[in-house]
Structure formats: C-alpha cells, structure tokens
C-alpha cells in the first residue's frame, strides 16, 4: 500500500473510550474569562509614551520604515509624538496605512520594525514602535476625527469586492482620490478577519467594527452586504458596469488533514470556531473540550490554542510537522502560547483520527524528520495524544469555484490570483490584493498595503497613465 493510501484509510473506531468526550461550555467564570481575553497589549501612558519616544534615535533612512510592508514613516510620526503633535502623527501613520490602528495592535513587529529597529541589540531593547503608533491613532479613531478629505469628484466608480482589509483600504484610497466605490461583502460586517478572525484579547472593545466606521466616514464608499463573488455577483457584470474591479476576497477554504474522519463530530476548523468566538456575546457560553489538540503551525494555530485555554481548556496542544524554526508562527507567538500553558509539539505529523461512535477521542501521530535532500518524512515512531477536540489550523485557500463565474477566469498561480507588481491581474480593468493573491505574507498590514497599490494603479488606469 502506498503512502498516500495508508492516510485515507485512517479512521479507527477499534478501542472503548477511557471516558465519554469532555467538551462543554462554562468551565470558567465571565471574570476568569474576561481576564484571560483582556487586551494582550495595553495602551501606553502619556508618560509612557514620551519615554519611549525619547528613545528613537530618528535615523536617517530608517531600518524600521524600510521594514514595514506599508512605509510609514515610524521616526516621523514618533518625532510629532515627541513635540505633543499627536493629530499630525496620526495624520503621518494613517496616510501611508489607514489601518494604522489595527497593525498597531496585530503586526509581528518583533518580525517587522521592532526587529529592524538600531535599538534591537543584545544589551538594549528596540523602541515599542506597535505601541507608540497605536498611541498617536486610537484618539483619532475613537474621537471620529477626520484626517482625509476626499478630491473632487471624478465620476468613475470602482466595484470593491470583498471588505477585507485589502478591500477597504484600496476603497479608502479610491475614495480620496475622487472616485466612488462599492464594496461587495457576503458578511453582514465588513472587516474580514479584523472582525471575524483575528484573536479576541489583540484587539477587544469592538476595535475592528470602529476603525472599519472611521475608514467608511471619509465618505464616496457604498456598502452592499449579502453580494459574493461567483454566487450573486458575477465577474463579467463587475465589469460591464464598473470602471474597475479589485478582487480582496481572501481564502475563504480551509485547507484539509487528507485522513479519513475529517467530519468527525469534534473535528473542527479552527478559523470557523474562532469566528463563533469573535462574534459570542458570551465567551463563557462557547463549548469547550477539556483536551485539545490543534495541528499546524501559523498564527492561526497559536491563536485557536491560546484562545482554547483561555475558555478553560485543560491540555492544549499543538503538534508541528516540522522543528520551532519552520513554524510560520514567530518565536514570539510560539512563546507567547507556552506562557499561556499551551504545549508544542514538533516534527510530528498526524497518521490516524480514532474515534468512538462518530465522535474523535484521540490523535494518533508520527515523529518526522528532515529527510537527506528537506524533505519531510516520517519515521515510523508512533505516539497517540487523547483529544476531546481536535482543531485543523493547516492553512487556507481560495475557492476556486468563487471566481468561476466567467469565462474569463482570472490566472492563478500555485491556487491564488496572480498578480504584478501594481496588483494587476491577467484580466484587463481587473486588479486583486490581500491573501487570495500570489506571493504575499497573509499579513493584515500586507493586505493593507496591497489595497492601497492596487487603488493608486486603478487611479494611474483612469487618468488615462496605465
Ligand atoms: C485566525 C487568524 C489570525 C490571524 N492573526 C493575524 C495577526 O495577528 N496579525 C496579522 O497581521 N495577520 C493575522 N492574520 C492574517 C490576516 O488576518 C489576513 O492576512 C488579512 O485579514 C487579509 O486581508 P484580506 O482583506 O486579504 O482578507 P480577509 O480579511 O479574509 O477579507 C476578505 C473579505 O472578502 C470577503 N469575501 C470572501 N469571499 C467573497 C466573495 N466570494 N465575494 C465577496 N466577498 C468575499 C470576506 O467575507 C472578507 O470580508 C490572521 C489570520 C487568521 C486566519
Ligand atoms: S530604527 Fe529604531 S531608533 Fe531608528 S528611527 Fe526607527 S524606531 Fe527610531
């Protein structure tokens, strides 16, 4: 039997449970729960803040601008920080990412700017770039002060599809440039996964549905809710009626284990759980397994694991295919997770989903290695973990059939939109950005950045420059 064929046929339903599945709701109080989802990075003080603005040594082609996938320009807006210009440090962070607020809080900047930061030395430690700029822009988003105003009107209209951060950033852009947009959203809330994915204790206090009020008061920007690509809406008509179409329609697949027993009760994507979390009035009220295993080794899996303890979850582990430096996760997020007691397991790769009844009980796993050439193989070495629930965190991918409305298929590569350097697809009057496309860093700042691209090359094509 190949390799391939002793996956699929991997469901056991040989062994009695030890016990009856353990998951439900209420394993901790609102107070426990509301402290374990509490904001992960608390807000700067004035005094705070000022420290730690005294701190940059505003250097001249500054590695942490050059570092951040938007540009903003980190000693410029520290600088006004520093002389009380709070409004104008904003206007700085906010013109080069309108989601200035929500990278403040969600970006890796331990990869990003904090990284790349003069300061980042074995004796020092880099300047709180995340904090400073979520300092300068939360006055702004929460007192609704309006930054941009809008160029005459041109006329033109642009169809945004998908209210993602690539699509409200791009439609933000487009609207300061004069032109109308409409964005075309299935989700009763814009956002994407600002509101539906992102971890709840990242961003608490409804943050993402307020920044998204803010992008949307600029004006010019027309909602419709209930409109998907490929269902209700088709390409073709996009674009006999618009002057252009950006495609920020992000993965909406989830990318499957290939073993038998995927619908298991118990067996769960954990991007699908997380968006029942987001949205749950009440955390407390959410199922929760008291042994979860989560298999993958990104954001969402650390997120979906610290998220699990805290609700209560007792063992939470995850298991990796490869070592700690593969994981796609930084080695601050991996860390961050085994303070909040998550276990990590790596070079394991699961073999079986053993079940009772329909329902998952355990995980049997493989020990992997790097084979002569990288490659991963298994070694032989089995090892079962117990599991009430299991959380698939394996990565996503575009829904093809989303984009097979038309003829005119737009072209793929490796199963996202190609794209070129100013977001073009191969379809004329077409431009995409975010995750659904090629060759990006599934970054919200990154899909921020490829929206407002994309909506300068929409501008270039409808002056007549492109
Ligand atoms: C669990 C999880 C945690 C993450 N945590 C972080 C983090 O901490 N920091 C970070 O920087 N990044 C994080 N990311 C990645 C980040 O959220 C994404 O890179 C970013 O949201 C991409 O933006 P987007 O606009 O391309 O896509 P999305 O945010 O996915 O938005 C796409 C939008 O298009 C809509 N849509 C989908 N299909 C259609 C259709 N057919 N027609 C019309 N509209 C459609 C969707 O409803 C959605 O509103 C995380 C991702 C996940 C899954
Ligand atoms: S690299 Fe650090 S010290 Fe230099 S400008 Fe950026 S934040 Fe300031």
């Known amino acids: 039997m190949t390799r391939e064929r002793k996956r699929k046929a991997s469901v056991s339903n040989d062994k009695p449970p030890a016990k009856t599945a353990d998951v439900r709701s209420g394993r901790l109080s609102d107070e426990q729960i509301a402290a374990n989802f509490a904001d992960m990075h608390p807000p700067l003080t004035p005094s705070e803040a000022l420290i730690d603005a005294d701190r940059c040594y505003f250097c001249y082609d500054a590695p942490c601008t050059t570092a951040c996938p938007t540009g903003i320009d980190i000693p410029g807006f520290i600088q006004k920080i520093r002389s009380g210009n709070l409004k104008g440090s904003a206007h700085t962070i906010l013109s080069a990412n309108i989601m200035g607020g929500m990278c403040a809080r969600v970006c890796p900047t331990e990869v990003l700017c904090e990284q790349a930061c003069v300061r980042n030395t074995h004796e020092d430690r880099p300047v709180r770039i995340g904090l400073l700029q979520r300092y300068a822009t939360d006055p702004i988003v929460d007192a609704k002060t309006p930054l941009f105003k809008r160029a005459p009107a041109t006329g033109r209209k642009v169809a945004v599809v998908g209210g993602g951060p690539a699509g409200l950033s791009c439609a933000h852009r487009l609207a300061m440039l004069g032109h109308s947009a409409t964005v075309f959203e299935p989700s009763e809330k814009l956002g994407g996964l600002n509101e539906y994915g992102i971890a709840a204790y990242k961003t608490p206090d409804d943050f993402a549905a307020r920044e998204v009020e803010y992008i949307l008061g600029i004006g010019g920007i027309e909602v419709r809710t209930g409109a998907s690509l490929g269902k209700n809406l088709p390409l073709r008509e996009l674009r006999a009626q618009y002057d252009a179409v950006f495609l920020g329609i992000g993965l ?74 593969h994981m796609n996760a930084s080695r601050y997020e991996q860390e961050f997770a085994q303070i909040r007691g998550v276990t990590v397991r790596y070079w394991s790769r699961p073999s079986k989903l053993l079940a009772t009844k329909g329902r998952i009980r355990a995980v049997e796993f493989e020990k992997t290695r790097s084979g002569s050439g990288g490659q991963l193989e298994g070694t032989g070495q089995m090892y079962m973990l117990d599991a009430d629930v299991v959380f698939k965190a394996i990565g996503q991918k575009i829904l093809r059939e989303r984009l097979a409305d038309t003829a005119d298929i737009v072209e793929l590569r490796q199963d996202r939109i190609a794209v070129d350097e100013e977001r073009r697809t191969s379809l004329a009057g077409v431009w995409a950005g975010g995750d659904c496309v090629h060759g990006g860093s599934d970054l919200t700042v990154s899909a921020v950045q490829d929206g407002k691209l994309a909506a300068l090359s929409i501008d270039r094509f409808l002056k007549g420059g492109a």
Do not use: C, F, H, W
Not at 282 to 308: E, F, H, N
């Open 252 to 325: 909406a697949g989830v990318s499957a284990l290939d073993l038998d027993g995927e619908k298991l009760e118990g067996v769960a994507n954990a991007v699908d759980y997380i968006a029942t979390l987001r949205q749950a009035k009440s955390k407390a009220s959410l199922p929760v397994g008291r042994r979860v295993v989560v298999i993958g080794g990104g954001m969402t899996a650390i997120d979906i694991a610290v998220q699990s303890k805290a609700l209560g979850a007792e063992e939470v582990t995850i298991v990796y295919r490869r070592g700690q430096e």
